[in-house]
Nanobody
Framework: VQLQASGGGLVQAGGSLRLSCKASGSIFRIMGWYRQAPGKQRELVASIIDIGSTNYADSVKGRFTISRENAKNTMYLEMKSLKPEDTGVYYC??????????WGQGTQVTVSS
């Protein structure tokens, strides 16, 4: 199983970024984005299951949109109206049907004020 995240970068507050996570090696029922800010624990940002239901952290509701293309085993995170507190390393996670989870490498998102 491999997860490859991309799309991070430096953006000014109010800007937008789109993250992508390409998964391979299995069928993934649940996929999600987590982030970890310096000195803080990793937290769930958003998740999506294979039939399309989504879940968001309160802090990103209305600003972030998670989606996936099952045929491509690819997940996206569209981030708009970014705030400095969105800064962190964003990780993609995917769970297979037996419940085991896998992590991709992180991608840095930095929002300047």
């Amino acid at each position: 199983v491999q997860l490859q995240a991309s799309g991070g970068g430096l953006v000014q507050a109010g800007g937008s970024l789109r993250l992508s996570c390409k998964a391979s090696g299995s069928i993934f029922r649940i996929m999600g984005w987590y982030r970890q800010a310096p000195g803080k624990q990793r937290e769930l940002v958003a998740s999506i299951i294979d039939i399309g239901s989504t879940n968001y952290a309160d802090s990103v509701k209305g600003r972030f949109t998670i989606s996936r293309e099952n045929a491509k085993n690819t997940m996206y995170l569209e981030m708009k109206s970014l705030k400095p507190e969105d800064t962190g390393v964003y990780y993609c996670n995917a769970k297979i049907t037996d419940g085991r989870g896998f992590w991709g490498q992180g991608t840095q998102v930095t929002v300047s004020s």
